[in-house]
């Protein structure tokens, strides 16, 4: 990520294995291509502090479509992979996640990752997001957060999956919380109140 985004608090990052991120090579004499999922669909996430968190469907679509896309090697901008603008970075959605392609660039470094990829050291794509929208419910005893739609930032190779970011999203939970409960004495007093004009209705004051 730029500086901006990364001093932008309201960035989070999500990482996604196992394997899911390999090396294709289309013949030969072509270079190899990194090839993975950097999120799944419906796929339920670990606890992420009193939070399970789940992708739906779509969710990438306008991004793919509209954002500037970076593909770097572990977050750091300083390693930068591919990008969307450039072609060096495709993304698409299919029905298992967020597809990516990479073209990794002839350097001493990229090639030094693709040795580790290729020996199964490195297998882990993470992505930096802001959410546009989101939605909580309660679901089996669980706080489940199903993001509908971000704003994409970066892809990323990883050596762990120690990006997990949670503090906005906890943010998010507490307020959904709070607004919940607030609003339970209120949604009661209105279904009393119905309850009172319809006994009037029938039976009179």
């Not at 999922?37 to 996430?45: G, H, I, K, R």
Request: glycine share 8%.
């Amino acid at each position: 990520m730029t500086g901006r985004r990364e001093g932008d608090k309201k960035v989070e990052r999500r990482t996604y294995g196992l394997q899911s991120l390999g090396l294709e090579q289309r013949s030969d004499n072509d270079p190899a291509t990194m090839v993975g999922y950097a999120a799944l669909f419906n796929s339920p996430s670990q606890d992420l502090g009193g939070f399970v968190e789940e992708i739906a469907p779509g969710c990438f679509k306008d991004a793919i479509a509209r954002d500037d896309v970076r593909a770097l090697w572990n977050h750091n901008p300083d390693w930068c992979l591919g990008r969307n603008k450039s072609g060096t970075l495709r993304m698409s959605e299919d029905d298992r996640g967020l597809r990516i392609e990479i073209d990794p660039p002839d350097a001493q470094w990229a090639r030094d990752l693709m040795v580790s990829m290729g020996r199964g050291d490195v297998d882990q794509m993470s992505f930096g997001f802001r959410v546009r929208e989101d939605s909580w419910e309660k679901r089996g005893g669980k706080n489940i957060r199903t993001l509908k739609s971000v704003e994409l930032f970066d892809v990323s190779p990883v050596t762990y999956p120690a990006y997990l970011d949670t503090s906005i999203a906890v943010r998010s939970l507490k307020e959904w919380e709070d607004k919940t409960t607030s609003e339970a004495p209120a949604a009661k007093y209105r279904a009393d109140i119905a309850r009172v004009n319809l006994k009037r209705r029938f039976i009179g004051d």
